[in-house]
């Protein structure tokens, strides 16, 4: 069960995939997001696509919610 855990913790996102999970945000406001440094850390693969581990976007959302300490 561990290994399940790690597994789905370690998946990576496509940014399409991001996006949705964001509520539909556009492209561009991801592109742009990531100049200002405010996007989730992407990673960049040999081809150029970027990829967002599924729990790093679950730590950047945390960091977001309202009511979230400081």
């Known amino acids: ?9 370690a998946d990576l996102l496509t940014v399409w995939q991001v996006l949705d999970e964001l509520g539909g945000i556009s492209r561009r406001t ?3 997001w990531r100049e200002l440094r405010i996007a ?3 990673i960049q693969l040999p081809n150029g696509e970027l990829r967002v581990r599924r729990d790093v976007l679950n730590d950047w959302l945390a960091e977001r919610a ?3 300490a400081s």
């Open 30 to 32: 991801f592109y742009r």
């Open 40 to 42: 989730p850390a992407c």
């Open 66 to 68: 309202e009511g979230a």
């Open 1 to 9: 069960m561990a290994r399940d855990t790690r597994a789905k913790s």
